[in-house]
């Protein structure tokens, strides 16, 4: 892990323990963001047409670096490269890079770039164009600037980019990887021309290009006729991406009926994130299939102020109260649609810990009640926000609400819109306990709940001192010792609570072949109409 020089090299050699453990390896088939590619289909890819996309919520920018909502992700995903990317088990892989190299302390990072990239507006990708993209993403994105602030980024050649951090960063090139307000690169006037809302021009390198944005209504993409491929097998978001749709076009349908029987119908290729209550129908349709987007369930603390901040023992008295197969069979019904999964990563990660994991789902009332009783909480109400809009949300919530009453512990479940719950997620004096749900992390640092500005204000000193700790790492060993101090501080601290690996269903239809994905959710560009 501390240098690599070629492409073909792995960032790590832990897989090669991953590998050698059975079990993981019977795992890695189901995981994960649409895990299967292709589709039920035999029939033969043909080039040409539209590949329609209906999406279960609006997109309200196309600036990688501004948003990280998972439906503008994985549009943007079809437009924007970054520099190293992610296989489908979550190893670091080059994708703009030619080659990278890192330090033997982890400060700097050197991108040999690929040659004859274009981007759409045909301008070649030159070391400029990555110089100001990396800048601009260290100032913006949450990840960027927690943990590369301070860095300076540099050319050394038209196709060399040094970027040297003041402080050790092991998981630098996860950081740079992850999806998550992705470090997109883009051209050097693009980023000049940009305004405090955001770039003005949707220019990136990928196999899409943009062509409009009707409000409320769909984006549309075209392919990109000079586009350049990486090489290699299609592996997660790795290797070659071949597209052979003439356009992508993503329509906003927030009716979640609509979307699925329009897709069971053959107006869309793609009924993206439905229901789990719809499940059984896609599932038994012979016109479609089923994928599968895994991510974590957890529920949110409000650590900044109110009964949870500074009561790490009340917290520890929730983690032991509840009972994980039950709340999520309230939420998602099919056991098919979750994992009562503890660990903060997949379980064929590199970075996967097996720590602590005696502490998720106890489901203890005796000790929850004798944490309750030294927590010093007097029967006082919480504020539980909840929606509706996500329907697994609002049934989980009402089951932990049955689950901590039951030990002693009373809640107030305000139920809004979802759009209110995200405003309200940010607003300190509106809540102290609430559901989310999150895409993996390329590394578990980097989850935006255990950031002092993310969802829940994580400040704990010892987070901040494990993470350095792991980015100090000088081999492979003292990585794994890292993950697995930072997933024992987890289940002690409990900044918040794992509930299960919630699998996110969308329908594919069966005349198209080409869709697949990682562990950041789906991949459009390689799909293609079939005969």
Known sequence: MVS??????????????????????????????????????????????????????????????????????????NIYETLVTLDADGNVVDLL????????????????????????????MTADDVVASMQRWIKLSQSGHAFFDGSTVEKKDDSTVVITSPTPVSQGLYIMADT???????????????????????????????????????????????????????????????????HLEFDFVTDGTTRMSSTLSGQYEVGYSLADSQYAQVKASPDVSVQEDEMLETLLFNKKQGIFADNKTLRQAVLAALDMNKIAKAGHQSDDLYETDGGLMPKNSPLRSEAALDNYNQANADKAKQLLAQSGYNGETITFIA???????????????????????????????????????????????????????????????????????????????????????????????????????????????IISKYKQISAVSNKTTGYSGGMQGPVFYNMALTQ
């Open 180 to 246: 998550g307000r992705i470090a997109a690169i883009m051209p050097k006037s693009v980023i000049d021309a940009a305004t405090d809302t955001g770039v003005t021009d949707y220019i990136g390198t990928g196999p899409f290009k943009y062509a409009s944005w009707t409000k409320d209504q769909n984006i549309v993409l075209d392919k990109f006729a000079d586009y350049s491929s990486p090489s290699g097998d299609t592996n997660g978001y790795a290797g070659t991406r071949a597209p052979h749709a003439d």
């Open 4 to 77: 690599e020089t070629t492409t073909g090299r792995k960032h790590h050699t832990l897989i090669k323990k991953i590998v050698a453990m059975g079990v993981a390896a019977v795992m890695a088939a189901g995981l994960t963001a649409c895990g299967s590619s292709g589709s039920a289909s035999g029939g033969a890819a043909v080039d040409g047409g539209t590949v329609h996309i209906a999406l279960n919520a609006n997109i309200t920018s196309l600036d990688p670096m501004m948003t990280g909502a998972y439906v503008a992700r994985d549009t943007m995903r």
């Open 387 to 497: 929606t509706k809009d996500y329907p697994y949300m609002y049934d989980e919530t009402m089951e932990i609400q049955t689950e901590l009453n039951a030990v002693g512990i009373n809640t107030d479940v305000q139920v809004y819109d979802w759009a209110t719950c995200l405003q309200k997620m940010f607003q300190a004096d509106q809540w102290e306990m609430m559901i989310s749900s999150y895409s993996y992390s390329a590394s578990p640092i980097v989850y935006s709940f255990f950031q002092a500005s993310g969802a829940g204000w994580n400040t704990d000193p010892q987070f901040t001192q494990i993470a350095s700790e792991i980015n100090a790492a000088a081999s492979d060993d003292e990585v794994k010792t890292g993950m697995d101090d930072l997933q024992t501080w987890f289940y002690d601290y409990v900044p918040n609570i």
């Open 97 to 124: 890079a030619a080659s990278h190299e890192v330090s033997a302390d982890n400060k700097t990072f050197t991108f040999t770039l690929r040659q004859g990239v274009k981007f759409h507006n045909g301008a070649e």
